[in-house]
């Protein structure tokens, strides 16, 4: 056989994948061989296991709803997700009528109810939004539904879950200088929406958002003040409430920003006769 012929041939295939091959193994050693921080994550053993590091800093939307799909993986098996489709199915109506007003419309938003009496409402990551049957029972009509829809999306807005994460990584030193493994954040995630308070400023920037949502939605923006008087008023605080500022500087700054908006008097979705009748399963 004539290996001349085969000489050029082999070279250029030499050029093209030997060389980049050994110069990736160099420049792998020398990254290991660097010294790092102690709390620096070892990244052979990553690569070899093929790990997913995430960083919360510069978290990119599609890896948002990923994460957050992961998330409701995980967050069906710590709570019940109702299968009961007319309650579902009028909980994202009232989810989509709000989404066209969000300043997030690249998040494919998903609403779900939660069958568990406790007044409560929560939301993780790229657009999952869970509702308590509890509170739609104790909404009085749409618009007060509405209006905690769009405070839970205003906590989605405003990145606040993605914060706090990162605060708690940071904290319990699972951070690297890499950035933070994805089944360690989908475990933190889930932790901080079903266990944990929001901040004040926080639960104060998703009020601010929620109320702009709801009224450019049409819905009342009386609902949001009513709903909260109506909750403190029980005498023992909700869930929903709970783990939140104090309801009565809520209501007051909440009241204090429909007052700078005189000329909206809408009474869209305050007919409780009708949000009955849409979520007459529950009040059968």
Known sequence: MNWNRFLPTYRLWQRRWIYPVISSIVALSLCLSTSLPSRAIDLLPLLLQGAQILQLSNLSTNQEVELGRQMNDQVGQEVRISRNQQLTNYVSQVGRRLVLNANRPNIPYTFQVVEDEQINAFATLGGFVYIHTGLLKAADNEAELASVIGHEMGHIEGKHLIEQMKQRAIASGVASVTGLDRSQAVAIGVDLALNRPRSRKD??????????????????????????????????????????????????????????????????????????????????
């Open 203 to 284: 639960e104060f920037d998703a009020d601010a958002r929620g109320l702009r949502i709801l009224t450019r939605s049409g819905y009342s923006p009386r609902a949001a003040v009513s709903f909260m008087r109506k909750l403190q008023s029980q005498g023992s605080i909700p869930t929903f409430l709970s783990t939140h500022p104090a309801t009565g500087d809520r209501i007051d700054r909440l009241q204090q920003q429909i007052n700078q908006f005189p000329q909206i008097n809408s009474n869209y979705g305050l007919d409780s006769a009708s949000y009955r009748s849409n979520l007459q399963v529950l009040f059968r």
